[in-house]
């Protein structure tokens, strides 16, 4: 079992163009989560997805932002129109359905830097 | 190289009564140290975290923790529990530098008894 995969590691953007950040859950995991995290600032939810449906983007920014969990395939975060603030780690995390003890796993995150 | 021990993969309390989830942890770094909570079909909710200002450090609805580096403790601590407090609590370690490192506890799951 591989984990979760998250591609790429670093991805370096110019202002104004689009980031496509990927993650690939853990086999057997249905429910992918989305995380900011800026330096010292603790991770900020984004979004909750299962396959094909949004549960909760509570944290997603209305604008340029968006996810996608197809049925088949890694789940996507895309930015459009990057800005200097999107500049952070990005951390993708998946579960089954029900959370507990070993039940809640992150990928090792994309660093999004944008020049 | 980074942990979390989280010791208890449950806790039950009675409403009203103290709460005390543990966390032990090791880093190679001077690390950020951070309690979050989940609620079922909800992300992760920042409860608290330190960054080596205070080793006292006060959270969200009433939770606080101290560091305690001779200890290499983080334990979560709150003086009367509430129905709504049982979810699941993750303490996380995390280095930033050039590798970004982020490491959770397996988790510990309150439970609270009315």
Redesign the interface.
């Known amino acids: 079992n591989a984990g979760v995969m998250q591609n790429p590691r670093h991805l370096v953007r110019r202002r104004g163009q689009e980031a496509r950040l990927r993650c690939s859950p853990m086999k057997g995991h249905s429910h992918v989560y989305w995380y900011r995290q800026l330096p010292e600032e603790g991770l900020k939810f984004m979004v909750y997805l299962q396959k094909e449906n949004i549960i909760d983007e509570s944290g997603m920014p209305k604008e340029r932002f968006s996810a996608e969990f197809p049925k088949e395939g890694p789940s996507i975060l895309r930015i459009q129109q990057v800005v200097r603030g999107d500049s952070a780690a990005y951390f993708c995390a998946s579960s089954p359905f029900d959370i507990g003890a070993d039940g809640y796993t992150f990928g090792s995150g994309t660093r999004l830097t944008v020049v | 190289a980074q942990s979390v021990t989280q010791l208890d ?1 449950h806790v039950s309390v009675s409403e009203g009564t103290p709460v005390l989830l543990r966390c032990n942890y090791s880093s190679s770094y001077s690390p ?1 140290l ?1 309690w ?1 909570v ?1 609620h ?7 409860l608290l ?1 330190y ?1 080596s200002a205070a080793t006292l450090v006060k959270g969200i609805n009433g939770f606080e923790a101290e560091f305690k580096k001779s200890e290499t403790s983080f334990h979560l601590t709150k003086p009367s529990a509430h129905m709504s407090d049982a979810a ?1 609590y ?1 303490c ?1 370690v ?1 280095v ?1 530098n050039r590798d ?1 490192k ?1 490491i ?1 506890g ?4 309150l439970h609270i008894l009315p």
């Open positions: 993969s950020s951070f979050y989940q079922p079909n909800k992300g992760l909710q920042l975290k960054t699941e993750f996380v995390s930033m970004d982020i959770f397996k988790g510990t799951r």
